[in-house]
DNA sequence: GAGGTTTGTATCACCCGTTCACAAACGCCT
DNA sequence: AGGCGTTTGTGAACGGGTGATACAAACCTC
């Protein structure tokens, strides 16, 4: 469902809206501030129940509380991050996890000269552990995070695989084959500088190409998914 | 269109593909390399040209050369980064951009700390600078890359476009405003574990979805758009 | 209770992307 | 030279998602 991949938006554009102190908002401007349509917004919320009041619009606190339960934030999930390098260290102190319902619960490397260092993962810190320990930490984790270089992209993935989990995201630049019934998603940045560079060497030959296609002409926001 | 967002994806495999002394494939390995069925490629590569010979297939250093051609590969762009902390770290270290036709322009942070400091990108290594070079920089970029704390992210964006740059890959987990005729694709990492999170917790209860739903069985690629 | 506002939902057409099926073209083998 | 198996390239059907529209129901204010 296209809805699942925009929820998360609107979740967040929400907890800025709670943290900012409004409490309540309405269709139109939470659609602005992520990105969508008034109609699509309420045609996503309506797949999930009825929130808002009319005449009013949709209480803020309210509206975040109910997406996370259906989201199913209230309850951490344990994420196991393999890949120690400038990238595993960024999502390893990356402050959303703790927000958006996860816990860090492992990180592993295969360098020698990495495991046994202490990394700082929001409020606590974690040792990073050897590659031999994954399968007695993926006990604990329910989604991988793939950020090894590419040539041990695959392999890791096998691991993390036969360890039992069966949602990983990856940043490694290959397409990871996995058995059916378990999920990739598969964050690529020369892909995604690629796609923006074509679309630069495209608006330079033709400028005006944004009045003849108006459809382009909005902001567009990729996610990475789709 | 949807091929231009993969044709990235069929570039690195064959770069690969290349680079293993392996001159010819078919489409249907090749689309199972990267992770597409056989006619959603030669969909996609029909839309360029033909480049294949029936019976045979496609030769791996023709078509590769054809993709980079059509992408535009030949003659770099630049690349601008704002913000240097782990993950603008680990952007500019990143070696794709390189073999990707990119070129790191310059970086930026704010943080008199960082300024200075000299950062080793690919072959060559440069040097952070402040956040009043960025329109001297962008002279010589056509691509933008946030990452920056996201409150940070709006005003980075904005300066960027002020600056003239109309392509942004942002990292920062914040809708950004642009005006049209710029184009701005967002990777939000809490947004694609939050995505996985649901999928998790929807196969944790009902386990047996993934044979009810046979088209969510086989892997899923997800791009950081859509 | 009247009026204005906003949600929630139903419906419809449309467009893009995917999938299917098949003819055309090629190399190979005899 | 000609048949045969293989693979490309592509026209056509299919389906999901999107956007537009419309409108009734519900709420607040006055």
Redesign the interface.
């Known amino acids: 469902m296209a809805t ?2 925009r ?3 609107y ?3 929400l907890d ?1 809206l709670r943290r900012a102190g409004i409490a309540t908002i309405s269709s139109a401007e939470l659609a602005e ?3 969508v349509t008034s109609a699509k917004l309420r045609k996503d919320l309506s797949h999930l129940g009825s929130f808002g009041t009319r005449g009013v619009g949709y209480d803020v606190e309210f509206l975040h509380r109910s997406i996370a339960d259906w ?3 209230h309850e951490p ?1 344990g ?1 196991v991050i393999v890949g120690l ?3 595993g ?3 390893a ?2 402050r ?2 703790a927000t ?3 816990r860090v619960a492992g990180l592993i490397d295969v360098d020698p000269q990495v495991v046994g260092r202490s990394v700082s993962c929001g409020d606590t810190s974690l040792v990073v552990r050897p590659v031999d320990d994954l399968a007695e930490i993926a006990e604990y984790a ?2 991988g995070v793939i950020a090894t270089p590419g040539s041990a992209a695959q392999d890791t993935c096998d691991r993390l695989v036969a360890s039992g989990i ?4 990856s940043f490694a ?6 058995p ?22 495209q ?2 030959v033709s400028p005006a190409s ?1 009045t003849s296609r108006p459809r382009h ?10």
């Open positions: 699942v991949e929820l998360p938006v979740l967040h554009a800025r501030r992520s990105g989201l199913g934030v999930l994420v390098g400038n990238l260290h960024a999502l102190t990356y959303g996890f958006g319902g996860f329910q989604i069966k949602h990983i995201l630049p290959r397409f990871l084959s996995v059916p019934g378990v999920e990739v998603r598969a964050i690529d940045v020369g892909v995604e500088l690629q796609i923006l560079a074509f679309r630069q060497r608006s330079a944004t002409a909005a902001p567009v926001t990729g996610a990475v998914s789709a």
